[in-house]
């Protein structure tokens, strides 16, 4: 357990500076109203979209570890609380300020994330039945169709229904981690998670810089945070036997809802307040977005 919280602990990290560095390379790029080629490599060409997304990669990397050795209730709260870190990290590295609400929700997530971690368990089984691989694969599906409807539409609304299909990529890729048969080279090419996990990475990964792009960091983030966090955490309790200490159920379940609900108050971290300077010049596109102001830094996950 102490290795997969230790590497848990270490994604949430690099998912909380990265987010710093992904943010302001998506709002530099022209707006995109449909999915195509160019908005990639508008993505691409930003050097801190880039640095983001290769620290997003290492959380990723580091949170399989955790996956497969922690309930999923743990990792996903732990993961989810990168908020932290990025409001943090945006003091040290954008001379953002933090406010009181700030500072209340870094201390819920410490607090929260203490006691869950002295409430769990073990995780439960690996094993699922085929129809759950195949029923994760069906739901990358209707993701990423959401999504294709979802980008012709602008707004706050937008935002937030894309944040919440890019927490639900991001919740299928934590569930198809966990119970993704690995024994062999064939049994991973031929199981549907496997490649649940790729589409539901890479869509999510899209919806969630497409809402950026839409709307404000709550917007995006408040329901992802929904989607990412409570869908795989109770699919583990219900489907895959997750459960916390004999005797602590209440200790672990205080310290979800406190952590979570210390996300909620960080996710209002990235929000616009009038009359802040702007770190960095807009793009002369005139389609571009505003570039990010001191306070105005993402989580992505996963973000992963």
């Known amino acids: 357990m102490l ?93 953002a300020r933090l406010r009181r609400s700030d500072a209340a929700g870094i201390a819920a997530v410490v607090v929260g994330l203490s006691l869950l971690a002295l409430g769990s368990g073990k995780e439960g089984r690996e094993y699922a039945p085929a129809a759950f691989h195949w029923a994760l694969l069906a739901t990358t599906a209707v993701m990423l169709l959401a999504t294709l409807v979802l980008v012709r539409r602008k707004g706050t609304a937008a935002a937030a229904g894309l944040g919440l299909l890019a927490g639900v990529g991001f919740g299928i890729t934590s569930l198809a981690v966990r119970v993704l048969d690995a024994s062999t080279l064939t049994a991973v090419l031929t199981d549907p998670a496997a490649y649940a996990l790729a589409v539901g990475g890479l869509g999510g990964y899209l919806a969630y810089a497409l809402a950026l792009q839409r709307g404000t960091v709550t917007a995006a983030t408040a329901a992802g945070t929904v989607a990412e966090t409570f869908g795989p955490a109770l699919v583990g309790v219900v489907s895959l036997g997750d459960s916390a200490r004999p005797g602590f159920a209440w200790c672990a379940l205080t310290g979800f809802a406190v952590a979570v609900g210390g996300t909620f108050l960080l996710s209002r971290f990235g929000e616009l307040e009038g009359g802040a300077a702007e770190l960095s010049a807009p793009q002369p596109d005139a389609e571009a977005q505003p570039a990010v102001r001191p306070g105005s830094p993402d989580d992505s996950a996963v973000r992963r």
Request: aromatic residues 8%; glycine residues 8%.
């Open 3 to 95: 290795l997969g919280l230790t590497t848990a602990l270490v994604a949430t990290v690099c998912f909380g500076f990265g987010a710093v560095f992904q943010a302001r390379g998506a709002r530099s790029a022209p707006r995109a109203d449909r999915v195509r080629a160019g908005l990639l490599a508008a993505l691409l060409r930003s050097w801190q979209f880039i640095l983001g997304t290769l620290l997003d990669i290492l959380g990723f990397v580091l949170s399989i570890v955790a996956l497969r050795s922690l309930p999923l209730f743990l990792v996903q709260a732990v993961t989810n609380a990168s908020l932290a870190v990025t409001a943090l990290a945006a003091v040290w590295l954008l001379g």
